[in-house]
């Protein structure tokens, strides 16, 4: 077997792992998300605890294509009571999936130590102040049509954008945002081009769960895609991912596991 320490700085905390990569599983506290499998709250949460997640992503918005889009009041009403319960039973780290500063605030309180933001900041100075003041993780998408050329061109923009408003490097994840906008030629151009992804000055994380380029690849519906999620997967952190984002946390614990023995 391959000895593996993986190692970063999450939050105020160094995160460490005897897998290749981190596993964030993701919990939809939201009636619409595009994979049913992923709705749910605290049960579904202390499941992928159970399975083996690293790092838990709650959100209370779909991002999905067509989305019916969420007031801050009920974002908050659907994600703190989660993040509090999870707060009860375990210290795993906390991601919160939203574009919103005000969740991100109400949510504070239960020691949640990434962003994770689709609109990477909106551009918004006093976003980026909010990740620097409290020492948060922030994870800058790209969002939109693009190869992996214009993918970093733009990650790259997002990333002085932090830094010049107090971000420290150790504190930004990168995503290229596979499912945002790209085609299918971009979304594989992308998955095999991981290692490229900012050059991996960056930790990269891949959130390639179940979506439409795999259903493309298989030809199969999201309900169907756990093979082609885990191959993916696979392929992107051996080309350097550091995290990946999944619905499925068993499956891709047990890929990881053996990773460790066959590279």
């Known amino acids: ?8 700085k999450i939050g105020n905390r160094i995160l460490s792992t ?4 981190f596993v964030m599983g993701i919990v939809n506290a939201t009636p619409d998300s595009f994979f049913e499998g992923s709705r749910g709250g605290i049960e579904r949460a202390l499941q992928l605890i159970e399975e083996g997640a690293d ?6 918005e779909s991002t999905r294509p067509g989305f019916t889009p969420v007031s801050v009041e009920d974002e908050i009403k659907r994600v703190v009571p989660v993040v509090k319960e999870i ?6 780290p906390i991601s919160i999936d939203t574009t919103k500063l005000e969740v991100m605030k109400a949510c504070m309180d239960y020691d949640v130590q990434i962003w994770n933001d689709v609109l990477a900041l909106s551009g918004k100075k006093e976003n980026a102040c909010f990740v620097a003041k409290n020492n948060i993780s922030v994870i800058l998408m790209h969002n939109g049509e693009g190869d992996i050329e214009q993918v970093n061109k733009e990650l790259c923009a997002t990333i002085d954008f932090a830094l010049q408003n107090g971000i420290k490097k150790e504190q930004i994840i990168v995503d290229p945002g596979i499912g945002f906008g790209k085609t299918n030629e971009q979304s594989i151009n992308i998955i095999k081009n991981t290692d490229k992804i900012c050059n ?11 979506k439409r380029c795999i259903g493309e690849m298989t030809g199969r519906p999201a309900e169907q895609r756990l093979v082609g999620t885990v191959t993916a997967n696979l392929i992107s952190v051996q080309r350097g991912a550091c995290m990946i984002r999944v619905h499925d946390v068993k499956e891709t614990v047990d890929m990881l596991n053996v990773l460790k023995y066959l590279e």
Request: with cysteine.
């Open 200 to 210: 991996l000055e960056y930790p990269v994380l891949m959130a390639l769960s179940r």
């Open 18 to 21: 005897e897998k290749k990569a």
């Open 1 to 8: 077997m391959c000895k593996i320490n993986t190692k970063m």
């Open 55 to 60: 790092i838990i992503d709650i959100g209370g």
């Open 87 to 92: 707060r009860k039973h375990s210290d795993i």
